[in-house]
């Protein structure tokens, strides 16, 4: 083993932030990525990481030899995605996580598309809406939709999400159609969420913002649950329209409140930072932004 791939171990170790979790992302022995930093670092003569029993931290001469290593492994690995992508052809495994609605339901049709055109790539795939540490997990590509926090993780956007506040014809018709939104605190409310988050924004055509506070009677984490629950008439729900899209068009849910808008979020697109980002990868980003665009076609009238 040369020092390049040296290197690269090193940068895993300071990535993932221990080298127990460096080997399990490499798939190698503990005991082999400890060694290999300790001849690392006996052959250059310093002390990278401080390490104790329970503890690690990255030394001032470490942090240099990170910063400079990440350059050079970085050029190594351009240099490989460029011979390669002539040829056009992604092997390996990609590891993703993507929220579940999406995901099931948008993401799994692209992603089969994708698969056709490269057949030897393999995914790995974890559906999920929780947050998860991407670093820490070893994945190469999540997807989020949102606002995207301070982080340091690197992002690209996928697609505008848009949101819609909706119901049954059926429940309107038992309960009539609000006109403002204070209305909606005389309804059954399905909320995406938990009960300790904010109250849903509007926003008027004359720029005027107003939160309005409501008592949930339904609260689920899940949004193909709570349009469910909006179409058997339990209710007004607040969802994506990625996730109502078909209702809205046969109508088995209709649009409230139109002439209030609320702020659009995206989909985005994250991967860790300060790393060449791989010809698979970018691959996958380039398919995903051309088949969903500005205007996809969840958004576009039938």
Not at 67 to 82: A, P, Y
Not at 131 to 143: H, P, R, S
């Amino acid at each position: 083993m040369g020092q390049l791939e040296d290197m690269y171990i090193f940068l895993r170790i300071v990535e993932t932030g221990s080298i127990t979790k460096a080997a399990e992302q490499m798939n190698i022995a503990k005991s082999a990525v400890s060694k290999r930093l300790s001849l690392l670092e006996h052959k250059l003569g310093i002390k990278l990481i401080n390490r104790t029993t329970r503890t690690s931290s990255i030394t001032e001469a470490g942090q240099r030899y990170y910063q400079r290593s990440k350059l050079i492994v970085d050029e190594v690995e351009e240099l490989n995605s460029q011979t390669s992508s002539s040829k056009r052809a992604l092997a390996g495994t990609l590891n993703i996580a993507v929220p579940l609605s999406f995901g099931l339901t948008h993401l799994a049709p692209a992603l089969d598309l994708f698969l056709l055109q490269h057949a030897d790539l393999k995914l790995n795939i974890n559906f999920s809406d929780q947050k998860i540490d991407i670093i820490e997990q070893g994945v190469d590509l999540a997807f989020r939709i949102g606002h995207l926090d301070n982080s340091s993780l690197q992002a690209r956007k996928i697609a505008p999400i848009k949101h819609v506040l909706c119901a049954s014809p059926e429940y309107l018709s038992l309960h009539g159609e609000p006109k403002t939104p204070n209305d909606l605190k005389q309804h059954k409310i399905l909320k995406y969420g938990s009960a300790e988050q904010s109250g849903w924004k509007f926003l008027s055509q004359d720029g005027q913002e107003q939160v309005v506070h409501l008592e949930p009677h339904f609260i689920a984490n899940n949004g193909d649950f709570l349009k469910s629950l909006a179409e058997s008439s339990h209710g007004i729900t607040y969802l994506p329209t990625f996730i109502v899209w078909q209702s809205l068009a046969n109508q088995t849910l209709v649009p409230l409140l139109a002439e209030y808008h609320q702020q659009t979020m995206h989909a985005y697109a994250v991967y860790p930072p300060n790393r060449h980002l791989p010809f698979k990868v970018r691959s996958l980003i380039d398919f995903l932004v051309k088949r969903f665009g500005d205007n996809p076609y969840w958004d576009q009238p039938e």
